[in-house]
Structure formats: structure tokens, C-alpha cells
């Protein structure tokens, strides 16, 4: 099943960056300036964010999430328009909050999570993809689901000239696999039926991820990297 979710569009985060004068000209203008300099304008900005009052649109858009939202542990994260895209993964570039639904508090992360749109790691990441631009994004609230082993699966993925199934993962949240900080892997080669126990993931759930893969992989077209919990 899906979990719960509500979600703040683009418009309405771009209309909250415009009223503080951070708007697309200003953004891209940073791409031809120098490392420290640009770095200096980026700090300015989330600093803005962070100091600044949420436009009343966004305020009243997450009093109905809140009350529509029917459970209690959420968790905050973005959905730039070009994360997850066929070029570009972004995986681990922005950041995400768990929270409880307590209406400051959630208007406290809404602001975090826009500010991390402008971070020094979302910089460096787009100047080495050679990407001019900040892209916008969207933010998603939805369910948090704690689970006791979670992860990325990557549905195909290239290693060592050999291609197959990548699913990294660790105990609990997926958090530090996805900044890629901790985790243990699993690289299952095309074809590859004979499938072993792993300490935390064993072949049943590593098949049931397999069998989940190739559906989303099917669906989509293309490959795709999935986040999972069990």
C-alpha cells in the first residue's frame, strides 16, 4: 500500500522565493560566479529562508495537510523536478525530516527542507553534473514507516564491466545509505539464480526485492532506484 502523503506544489514554493527577491535570474547568476563567492550568496540565502515567515498560501496549505493527514510520525523531503530523472538521481543531495504533526514544528522543517535546495552540497552536486540552474521543487509530507532493515535498490546497475541488480542497505532507517555514508551491498549479476544469505537480508527478502524491482523497472521503462524498508 501507499503511504499517506500530501504535497506543497512548485508554484507555491516559488512564490514563497520570489517575495524574498530569490528568484530564477538571481539563482542562475550564482552558476557564473566564482567558488567562494557563490558559496557566500548560497549561505545569504538559506539564511533568508530560515529568518523569513512562511507567505500566508503556505501557511494555510500545511494547516490542510496537517488536518488531513490522518497519522501522527511524518516524515518532510523534496521532489525537485529533475530528482530521480534518467540523467540525474540527486540521491542523497537534499534533505529530509522526520517529525511529529505539530503544526510550528512542521512549518519550522517545511523552511529547512526549502533552504537545503540551496546547500553547498546541492551546488557542488549540480556544477560536477554541469547543471546551470537550481532546480525548484515541490515537497512531499508523508507517512513515516520505521522499518527494522532499509535501503536503495539500484533495478540495473553496471559493476566492474557486469551488469545486474545493486541493493545497498543497513538496520533501520535508510537514511545513511542514501547520503552513502554506511551500508552493507549486494550485487546480483544478470542471471545470477544462485542467491545467498546476507547478515540482516535473507534470499527471501532479497528475491521479493528482485521481483518488486523488475515490476517498477517494467512500469517505468527504464531503470530506477527505489527506496525500501521491510
Given at each position: 500500500s501507499v503511504p499517506e502523503f500530501g504535497i506543497i506544489p512548485i508554484f507555491k514554493i516559488e512564490k514563497f522565493l520570489n517575495s524574498l527577491n530569490i528568484n530564477k535570474k538571481y539563482l542562475s547568476d550564482i552558476f557564473n560566479d566564482n567558488n567562494k563567492n557563490a558559496l557566500k550568496k548560497l549561505e545569504k540565502i538559506r539564511e533568508k529562508i530560515l529568518k523569513s515567515n512562511l507567505t500566508s498560501e503556505l501557511i494555510n496549505e500545511v494547516e490542510k495537510l496537517k488536518q488531513g493527514l490522518k497519522i501522527d510520525k511524518l516524515i518532510i523531503?523534496?521532489?525537485?523536478?529533475?530528482?530521480?530523472?534518467?540523467?540525474?538521481?540527486?540521491?542523497?543531495?537534499?534533505?529530509?525530516?522526520?517529525?511529529?504533526?505539530?503544526?510550528?514544528?512542521?512549518?519550522?522543517?517545511?523552511?529547512?527542507?526549502?533552504?537545503?535546495?540551496?546547500?553547498?552540497?546541492?551546488?557542488?552536486?549540480?556544477?560536477?553534473r554541469n547543471i546551470k540552474e537550481f532546480p525548484l521543487s515541490s515537497i512531499i509530507i508523508q507517512e513515516f514507516i520505521e522499518g527494522e532493515i532499509s535501503g536503495v535498490m539500484f533495478t540495473t546497475a553496471i559493476k566492474e564491466g557486469r551488469k545486474g541488480i545493486l541493493i545497498n542497505f543497513n538496520k533501520g532507517t535508510a537514511f545513511s545509505v542514501v547520503e552513502g555514508k554506511s551500508g552493507k551491498e549486494i550485487f546480483l549479476e544478470k542471471g545470477n539464480k544462485n542467491i545467498k544469505n546476507f547478515s540482516l537480508l535473507n534470499n527471501d527478502y532479497i528475491n521479493k526485492l528482485i521481483i518488486e524491482g523488475k515490476k517498477i523497472e517494467k512500469l517505468f521503462n527504464s531503470p530506477q532506484d527505489v527506496e525500501w524498508t521491510i
Open positions: 523531503r523534496s521532489s525537485a523536478s529533475s530528482e530521480d530523472s534518467i540523467k540525474d538521481s540527486f540521491a542523497g543531495i537534499y534533505d529530509s525530516y522526520i517529525l511529529t504533526k505539530d503544526k510550528n514544528n512542521l512549518i519550522k522543517k517545511i523552511s529547512k527542507t526549502i533552504s537545503s535546495l540551496f546547500s553547498r552540497r546541492a551546488y557542488f552536486y549540480l556544477k560536477t
